[in-house]
């Protein structure tokens, strides 16, 4: 009898945790599809502000996304220990240089939207996960295989193909690829939580950001008027840069690196179509070229990827 209800206690705990892995795995591909779909419908919002100065926009998106993040962090009871992340001088030193690369990023990212660059940000973007890669190689001796090897060559080659036809390197694509890369790589070595080291990084631009607020104000150059309600447009920056991260964070703890890999590229290829059919952006020849071998790179290394962390492949270890 004992053994009975030992097997049917044990079935029923496995089928619990079966469910339970099914609904978080749910869960996480939901939430990282809102985080890449948010994403992907950024330059819509950045389109719409166009009409003001980019370091401006960025100024309210450092200063709206402390006011965000500042009650989250209170709901989530993550802001005491969030602050003390800040007496460690290490962690202190990484996040005050990954709070000037998501500046660059953010600054970049902007400019380009504004400036009809929609195209080469969907190019950067499409291109980082490959410098990631080779970051890796180079900074915390990941190993690489023979196809992981190929796909960064083809992703070297198509940049040197624009350069070649065009006389000029992509810099916005090479400036968002490899500023986040790097980003990615501090956030890496640090490993502090998404929403807290989010809140310190746009904590510790704020000064900067409040004193150039403060300097336009004062000599009235500033586009944003309290007066105005259509300026308040530029308050929903601090909504476009925490709620996909936040998404991102569950979907984080959630699901394999590989399975979110795939899904990232939901949000380049949407910019890449609005580019082209949206904001009616030329699409010449050695650009298309460009992309193709882009493309094939990332499709091996994805393969490369899912080959990796399937189950068979597992089961030949074992």
């Not at 939901?30 to 980019?54: E, H, M, Q, R």
């Not at 965000?68 to 962090?73: K, T, V, Y």
């Not at 990484?94 to 660059?104: D, E, I, P, R």
């Not at 050695?286 to 393969?303: A, D, E, K, N, T």
Request: hydrophobic share 55%.
């Amino acid at each position: 009898m004992s053994k009975r209800f030992s097997s049917l206690l044990a079935s029923s705990v496995n089928e619990v945790v079966f469910v339970t892995a099914i609904d978080n795995q749910r869960t996480g591909i939901i939430s990282a599809i809102t985080a890449f779909f948010i994403w992907g419908t950024a330059p819509l919002y950045f389109k719409w502000v166009a009409d003001v100065p980019a370091p401006e926009v960025l100024v309210h998106r450092i200063i709206w996304s402390v006011v965000l993040l500042l009650p989250l962090l209170c709901f989530t009871r993550q802001l005491r220990s969030t602050f003390k992340l800040l007496k460690n001088r290490r962690l202190f030193s990484g996040l005050l240089l990954s709070s000037a690369l998501a500046a660059l990023n953010w600054l970049t990212f902007i400019w380009a939207i504004a400036n009809e660059k929609v195209l080469e940000t969907s190019l950067g973007y499409f291109i980082n996960p490959l410098t990631t890669l080779l970051l890796g190689y180079l900074f915390l001796a990941e190993r690489l295989s023979k196809r992981q090897y190929f796909a960064v060559c083809l992703a070297i080659a198509g940049v040197a193909i624009e350069l070649l036809s065009l006389g000029k390197l992509p810099l916005v694509a090479l400036i968002l690829s490899s500023s986040f890369s790097v980003y990615t790589l501090v956030r890496k070595k640090l490993q502090v939580p998404a929403m807290p080291g989010l809140f310190i990084e746009t904590l510790l631009m704020l000064p900067i950001a409040a004193s150039y607020f403060l300097y336009l104000t004062y000599t009235d150059t500033n586009y944003f008027h309290w007066q105005q309600f259509e300026h308040y447009k530029l308050v929903l920056a601090g909504a476009v840069t925490t709620i996909p991260l936040l998404f991102f964070a569950v979907a984080a703890t959630r699901l394999p690196l590989s399975t979110i890999g795939f899904i990232q590229y939901i949000s380049p290829t949407m910019t890449f179509l609005m580019a082209i059919w949206l904001f009616n952006e030329p699409f010449s020849l050695p650009r298309l070229i460009c992309f193709c071998f882009i493309w094939l790179g990332l499709i091996i290394y994805s393969l490369d990827i899912k080959w990796h962390h399937s189950p068979a492949k597992y089961t030949e270890k074992a």
